[in-house]
């Protein structure tokens, strides 16, 4: 529960970050068929980080600014993803990303891509301390109105843009222990963009919310695929130059997700 959890988290010094991602169930496994296995990397083969293209990391339990390890490759996917997003959501650029942690030591078990330095725990992007996007639904989920469609359509946007360019993407829908952060890794689709998997109960409930909160087009958000989900990214691919449904292929489920990122305005 996210009580517990910012409890345990709370204990957290800086240096403690990497270490308490661990705990975080849900943080590791997978909803479909095989994949690839996820390893352990020690701390002494990856590179510490401050920041993500020039925007500091802040553990956000204590709200510190802390620094966290990364896969080479992986850091540069998500300064990549950052600059995607900004563009197409027409998001200022932040100043801070808010964080639960990336690498932590993840042995004996060794289940989870946190503990290869290739998964992300992302809770907010602030620009001179305003809350620009928050993963907080905890926090904004507590809201009415206004504010409230405010926050979700923003949460959504950017959960679009994570889906495009990392195919393991676990939102708040997934299970409470994502109430208060997005989890991206690049376990499944390593170097390149995500692809979609009608059998992904991550994905389709994304697509399921998306189509819901960003598109005003309400589907039930039950994580699996079905005719009137599928219709409906028929209706919001309708006129691009792919057409079809995301289930058509990679060109479609992009552009859903990139059309999807860009409406971050209620
Ligand atoms: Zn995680």
Redesign the pocket.
Known sequence: MPVTRRALLGLGAGGLAATV?AG?AG?SGSDRGPEPEPYCTSQLKLARHNSLKNATFVYDPDQQPTSFRFDRGFYGQLGTWLEDYLTLSGTSRPDQVWTYGSWLDGHPQCD?W?DAGR???LSRLVSEGAVQVSCRYDIWSTYTGTRLTHFRTRYWALAASLHLHFEYV?THLYNADHHN?I?I?NGRSGSGLSSFDTDSVSQVQAVQAILTHLWQTPVPITGQWNRQTKNATGDVLDGTEVGGTIDDGDDHWRTFLRRSATRSKP
């Open positions: 991602a975080v943080c989870s946190h998964a992300f725990d676990l952060h989890h890794d």
